[in-house]
């Protein structure tokens, strides 16, 4: 906790709850709690879960040219992007490679919000934004509870008129037990969820609330750490833990391209000159690894940075692994050599603590078709 300069109003709340707050981005976060994390994980996939994950960095952009500041930022056009809608983006470095990525919220004409993880996503945004007419404000008051999982939307309609009718990537300001919030359908899970944005000083008030009154509905606090088990299911990329800051090449500087990554859709259509724009482009077809998944033949879940094989030869490593209790299965998210990024590719882990045969297997493992994420009703 040395490095920990920003602090959860839900501290204590963790602490109850068996976890160390160890740091993230700067944070005491609560990575497990003295719980199977594997009851979370069911608790989200059948019922619901709620999560702090206010480690995540919140920054406002106000005023005329915060719009550009954020096309110049950002691979998504934000003039498709109306007050009530955010974007998933991605932002990169002149090399093309990516740095972080982020959702967008436009909260008004002149108004936005970037929420980011551990990248330089807020170094970018305020060297973009010196000598123009922006704003920029980092809030670490405002506070992001996550409540995921089916019943999230029946448990929110008690409260929330309207709830029902908001749309995937849309946003509401609203209130929540009396207390002012802006609540999102977004979240890191692959099911249909919330984020609360929320004052700190009312942020105890909310989380109590809905973990006691929750409970009947089977909604449970789930720790930071399940969010690995849920996205290796549902494709969802984690900065750096996925990318070449954690597993460098030899001969070459950190960095990934956004094909390689398989995050190219975060590009919008015809959109040029954005940082790294013409690198980016020219990085189509070098790629040096593909991020895939694998099946694994186990019990139970293998390590970070288990090395993958082929025919003898190391052909990949292992970058986020997950043992569902619900489908009995093995899986993990893979940096795997071009060639073995195939559907069925027989492959073989060498770990810590499992040798076992494999198969590279496309993403997402859970509802392919993202069908839980964007129902509506």
């Known amino acids: 906790m040395a490095l920990s300069w920003r602090f959860s109003a839900l501290a204590d709340r963790h602490r109850a709850l068996g976890s160390k707050l160890e740091d993230w981005s700067g944070m005491g976060t609560a990575w497990t709690y003295e719980k199977d994390m594997s009851d979370e994980h069911v608790a989200i996939r059948t019922k619901a879960g709620i999560m702090d994950v206010s480690g995540l960095k919140k920054v406002h952009l106000v005023g005329p040219h915060a719009i ?4 110049a930022i950002t691979t998504r056009d934000m003039s498709k992007i109306y007050p009530g809608r955010s974007v998933y983006a991605a932002m990169l470095n002149d090399r093309g490679y990516f740095t972080d990525d982020c959702i967008v919220y436009r909260t008004g004409p002149n108004s936005w919000m970037l929420v980011h993880g551990s990248g330089s996503g807020h170094e970018e945004i305020v060297k973009q934004a010196a000598g123009r007419n922006c704003a920029v404000l980092f809030d670490d008051d405002l506070h992001d509870l996550s409540l995921q999982g089916p019943v999230a939307v029946d448990y929110l309609a008690k409260y929330v008129p309207g709830i029902r009718d908001l749309k995937y990537f ?7 037990f009396g207390a002012p919030v802006m609540i999102s359908r977004t979240g890191y899970t692959g099911e249909r969820g919330y984020e609360i944005f929320v004052r700190g000083q009312d942020a105890p008030m909310v989380w109590d609330r809905i973990v006691a009154e929750g409970k009947e509905m089977g909604i449970i606090p789930c720790c930071f750490s399940v969010l690995d088990m849920l996205r290796v299911e549902s494709y969802l990329l984690f900065y750096p833990y996925d990318n070449s800051q954690m597993y460098p090449f ?11 990554l398989g995050l190219d859709f975060t590009v919008s259509p015809g959109k040029t000159g954005f940082r790294g724009a013409e690198e980016h482009a020219r990085l189509k077809g070098k790629e040096r690894f593909k991020i895939f998944g694998m099946l694994i033949d186990a019990d139970g879940p293998a390590d970070l940075g288990d090395e993958v094989f082929a025919d003898g030869k190391k052909v990949g490593v292992i970058t986020c692994p997950c043992y569902s209790a619900l489908t009995k299965k093995s899986m993990a ?5 071009v060639d073995k990024a195939v559907q069925g590719t027989k492959l073989e882990v060498r770990g810590k603590t499992l040798t076992a045969s494999a198969i590279a297997h496309t993403l997402p493992f859970d509802d392919p078709e993202k069908k839980k994420r964007t129902a509506v009703g």
């Open 170 to 176: 849309h946003h509401m300001q609203t209130t929540l």
């Open 250 to 260: 030899a001969d070459q500087p950190p960095g990934d391209s956004l094909w390689e």
């Open 68 to 71: 550009a500041v954020l096309d």
């Open 333 to 337: 998210i893979a940096r795997l050599d």
